[in-house]
């Protein structure tokens, strides 16, 4: 449009909305001081009152601190294993998800959360990270290699179904190790695979920048360390990063060591240089004893330098998540009525027994606590979480929606094994490999992996004063953390010596509580012989089951033996703790096992106590944290069955009581350095 019908387009405009007129011209007002706006202006400093409204895009810090919830423990494309099961998500796709939008699974479904999460990393193996893709990428240099033939086109559309599964099972078997051999004797560039882990480690990095938004939504630049001991023995780690300002340009991997410590090492080494990380070890209940062991990697007994390096590096520990639940196992705990929880037996990836002792979290309190009555600093101080490990870049947490994480190898409920499976497919499995396929109840059900014995969980919570990298990784560092097993409940765990009786009942709880006392993840010192007492606070999940108790877990040493009690402080419904027994009376919560439908009056939406330890001994170091419980609902193996018109499976736990546990707080019988 030239300039001319511009203009006398814009002064038609002006016409017809009788801005001027003939006696009132264009010219006439950008001429005469007394016309137009400037005239309508004169002698008037204001015309219109200013705006005063305040937008408030980022809420302001909370000193008495926000329950958050998050995942640290999320695979997607990039890792070796995830895009061999299906995965073509990529860190993007893992956020979006997060922040609420529905995902496509590898086994042909959308899946969802029910409600935003507020805080994910995107935690690939650092081993390898995203050459698998790269090698089915035919395009590509690397999957020129005769070691990337197998994965060529292998997420491909038309490849995307169940009679693709025992090639990706071939494939994961053999491309690591081809990988490793041809990079160990020079017929695999070295620089060439380091390029391709460094693109995907850098779109790592930009991906969750993409996605942080302060105040609303946390993300954080991280990576799995994917190590184990040379029994098998689950010794993984996932490596979480402060923030983005400046990281290593390749992350740190089993091939660099395959010896955590070399792992500390190395994040001692960067925070030397300015960057901060710390490690969360996970699926120790896998690990055969090895990953809270007595002694270091060399089989010498742990020294101090051991434990300030551990206890520096890894202050949290995940202590439930998709591979089963890592608290305690009844065979550590036979007076534990509830730690028959979500025990999957197997070291990680294998179908091999994993060894209880010095692989439960428990345990390893109590282990700590010996290694310090011996004169050495206690490395086993570290805080709780829970996270998803999921392999399909979504968590997967609800135990009626449960999708499992190995993409297209248990995405279907006949995959993982809690329907029985078709006579063609069962028949076909058992023929190749009779070892994949269990009778139960003289039905033929798949067992490919144990599938069966994992669980819809879990989640990280923290207190943090706000959404943002500084204050939910603060959270972290000072250990103010807690885990559930999928629901969002909120736990806060104090102790003092000087809590009024009435702190209960004060609209001024929390703030008094921080004033007077110390948090889950702290130390409390002697006081003389005073008794502390301790504050448990428990908030239900506003779309959860309500509800039905809050234990305290006590472990102390007696004689140089491991001992630990169990006391219910809370009951719902108005019950009371029998003084004998230290349990609540039943609550009448039940499942119908017809439909998973639960009674509906019984449990709380919160719980709260003021408690004293009976049994202090104010000589006595001991550890104490909060167990919350809620009435029984259905597993997610039961929903499956039902769903499909099938009886539950009878080896198969059919209901469970999902929990939250808090961070401990460390009584400690002096005032000399915390050891």
Known sequence: MTHKKVFMTGCLTLALCGCFDSENSLNDMQTNENKGLTGIARGVNTLLPANEEILTLRAAPNPDRNAYFGD??????????????????????????????????????????QQPL????????????????????????????????????LNAPSNMNVLSLIARGQAFGTFIPGVLSGLLDGTIDAPMAEAVTKSAWLDTIRAANDAYLPGSFTTFAAFEYTSSSDDQGNLHRNVIFRDTGRLPAVPFSRFNSQNPEGLW??????????????????????????????????????????????????????ITQIKGTSDTHPLLSPNDEWADFEITPFRVATKLYSEPAGSYVRDAYLRGL?????????PYKFGLIGSSDTHDAASSEDEETFFSKAGMLDGTPELRGSIPASFLYGTAIKYMDPGLVKEVDGRDYL???????????????????ENTRESIYQAFRRKETFATSGPRIKVRFFSSYDFDPELLQSPQLTTLAYQQGVTMGSDLTANGDQIPQFLVWAAADPIGAPLQRVQIIKGYLEGGQHQERIYDVACSNGLE????????????????????????SAGASELKALWRDPDFDSSQEAFYYVRVLENPTCRWSTWDAIRAGEQPRSDLHKTLQERAWSSPIWYR?????AL
């Open 577 to 600: 703790v029998d003084p004998k027994t230290a349990r609540c009376p039943d609550n009448g919560a039940s499942v119908n096992m017809d439909d998973c439908a639960t009674t509906g």
């Open 669 to 673: 019988p002096d005032t000399t350095e």
């Open 447 to 465: 067992a490919s992996s144990g599938f069966e014995f994992w669980s819809a969980s879990g989640l990280a919570g923290v207190w943090a004063e």
């Open 370 to 378: 010996q290694l310090q009555s011996g004169g050495v600093i206690n």
């Open 265 to 318: 090492q190395w994040m001692d080494g960067l925070r030397n240089q300015g960057i901060e990380s710390l490690a969360i070890p996970h699926n120790s209940n896998g690990s055969n004893g090895q990953m809270f062991k007595l002694t270091n990697w060399a089989g010498n007994p742990i020294d101090d330098n051991y434990a300030k390096q551990r206890q520096r590096n890894e202050p949290l520990v995940e």
């Open 118 to 153: 507020d805080f994910y990393a995107v935690t690939d193996h650092a081993m390898l990270m995203g050459l698998v893709k790269e090698a089915a990428d035919t395009s590509s240099e690397f999957s020129r290699y005769a070691v990337a033939e197998p994965l060529h086109n």
């Open 72 to 113: 640290l423990h999320v695979h997607t494309a990039y890792s070796f294993d995830a895009y061999v099961f299906g995965t073509v998500s990529s860190p993007d796709d893992a956020y979006r998800y997060a922040k609420g939008q529905a995902l496509d699974h590898p086994s042909g479904y959308q899946v969802q959360l």
